[in-house]
């Protein structure tokens, strides 16, 4: 079964630091286009940051630019989302997507054929 898991969602106060990982099972995550989603109550559903199977170029949306970074360790089957500076306004539930399909951050989210993983909530908060 192919599958996606997050984990390292939880509470940090404004200006800590999170780093979130998904991880595959049944599939191997090297020839996948990876991306971060997040949604929020009340909010549109945004693409935060993904990276590419082919070069390992990435893409960072301009809410968390400088914040955000995005990395995949193949050996470990593994992408992560490193966050820092947290603000309040990143509280939302963060999503792992993968796709085999040539893709980029604004359209990965589209793809019908995607794999989702569960999410994990972050919430930032003093």
């Known amino acids: 079964q192919l599958q996606l898991v997050e984990s390292g969602g939880g509470l940090v106060q404004p200006g800590g630091s999170l780093r979130l990982s998904c991880a595959a099972s049944g599939f191997t995550l090297d020839y996948y286009f990876i991306g971060w989603f997040r949604q929020a109550p009340g909010k549109e559903r945004e693409g935060v940051s993904c990276?590419?199977?082919?070069?390992?170029?990435?893409y960072d949306a301009d809410s968390v630019k400088g914040r955000f970074t995005i990395s995949r360790d193949n050996a470990k089957n593994t992408v992560y989302l490193q966050m820092n500076g947290l603000k309040p306004e990143d509280t939302a539930v963060y999503y792992c997507?993968?796709?085999?399909?040539?893709?980029?951050?604004?359209?990965?989210?589209?793809?019908?054929?995607?794999?989702w993983g569960q999410g994990t909530q972050v919430t930032v908060s003093s």
């Open positions: 990276i590419s199977s082919s070069d390992g170029s990435t």
């Open positions: 997507v993968a796709s085999d399909l040539p893709s980029d951050c604004g359209t990965l989210g589209s793809i019908s054929t995607a794999l």
